[in-house]
């Protein structure tokens, strides 16, 4: 499968932990976009590489929220002290011409 | 600010009738816009961009700047239809989403 990919797909974790998810976009793809969707709601920008460098940021988004993309090649959003307001469907989507392609996504769990 | 909106959060029509899901939008610089479509257990997907004006899976939808519109149709709805439809909106670098429409098409 050559489209883009993420792990886990599920994570369940207790309220407080951190935890780690990892994206591998499409290779060709320069630019790679974090999102979140809980139910009922469309995604939810979070962060936007360009290559290694991360041009945006949602100001939404907390502290505890970090998202790297060293090398310019897989990315890893880490959420620091989950909180139950967390649990959501983490995406991961790249292009490289304004189109997107989106993985299946993690689900996470905070209890 | 981008924003999207999808004012129907529900949407459902009989086989063969025509389908409109409205999308309005708010940005004061020149958007891109598209509709995003999520099959039942699949992956969000790219259906239509403006900038094409193509016809996918027999949906088209027209930017309408006066109006700020996006909204998507088809003439004649079929029940592989039945998804989640996404409205979305590119300014200067990111995708801003709306809420989301749910299609059911009844046989």
């Known amino acids: 499968d050559t489209g883009v990919s993420q792990n886990p797909r599920h994570k369940i974790t207790k309220r407080g932990q951190n935890v780690t998810f990892r994206c591998d976009p499409i290779s060709e793809h320069n630019r790679l976009y974090w999102y979140r969707q809980t139910l009922g709601q469309g995604p939810e920008f979070l962060t936007y590489?360009?290559?290694?460098?991360?041009?945006?940021k949602s100001r939404l988004l907390s502290d505890r929220f970090s998202a790297e993309r060293p090398k310019g090649s897989f990315s890893t959003l880490e959420i620091q002290r989950t909180e139950q307001g967390d649990s959501a469907m983490y995406l991961c989507a790249s292009s490289s011409t304004g189109k997107l392609f989106f993985g299946s996504g993690t689900q996470l769990s905070v209890l | 600010a981008q924003r999207v909106t999808q004012p129907e959060k529900l949407l459902s029509v009989f086989k063969g009738a025509p389908v409109e899901l409205k999308c309005n939008y708010s940005y004061s610089g020149s958007p891109e816009l598209f509709w995003y479509v999520q099959y039942s257990r699949q992956r969000l997907q790219l259906l239509l961009r403006?900038?094409s004006r193509e016809s996918i899976k027999g949906f088209t939808a027209d930017l309408n700047k006066g109006e700020t519109s996006f909204h998507l149709k088809k003439p004649f709805a079929q029940e592989e239809d039945s998804a989640m439809y996404y409205c979305?909106?590119?300014?200067?670098?990111?995708?801003?989403f709306g809420q989301g429409t749910r299609l059911t098409i009844n046989p």
């Open positions: 590489f360009q290559n290694e460098a991360q041009l945006e």
């Open positions: 403006h900038i």
């Open positions: 979305a909106l590119k300014g200067a670098q990111k995708l801003v």
